[in-house]
């Protein structure tokens, strides 16, 4: 059972940084792709970035500019650098990861960080 745990969140005042690490229980190379999705109370979950095992990024346009996806492949995780926050990215942000299984599209989810922009 593949397994994602999302560390990092937390606390932060609007302008700072957070880093988001998600952390997979085998390789990422074996994910199509991986990324980050955000749920703020009461909104849709929302994609904040993804990343192929190509290296091709997608972001948001709520974070371009501000967030930065990477992966480490010897660490097996993926990472969200988020700069400037704002107090509307806060919102409880989970890692995915997906692949084909059998010819089917497969995905995972972690449990969630929270993430919490205020002063």
């Known amino acids: 059972q593949v397994q994602l745990v999302e560390s990092g969140g937390g606390l932060v005042q609007p302008g700072g940084s957070l880093r988001l690490s998600c952390a997979a229980s085998?390789?990422?190379?074996?994910?199509?792709?991986m990324g980050w999705y955000r749920q703020a109370p009461g909104k849709q979950r929302e994609l904040v970035a993804g990343?192929?095992?190509?290296?091709?990024?997608n972001y948001a346009d709520s974070g371009k500019g501000r967030f930065t996806i990477s992966r480490d492949n010897a660490k097996n995780t993926v990472y969200l650098q988020m700069n400037s926050l704002k107090p509307e990215d806060t919102a409880v942000y989970f890692c995915y990861a997906d692949r084909l299984v059998a010819w089917t599209r497969k995905e995972y989810w972690g449990q969630g960080t929270q993430v919490t922009v205020s002063s």
């Open positions: 085998e390789s990422v190379l074996r994910f199509n792709s």
């Open positions: 990343i192929t095992t190509g290296n091709v990024t």
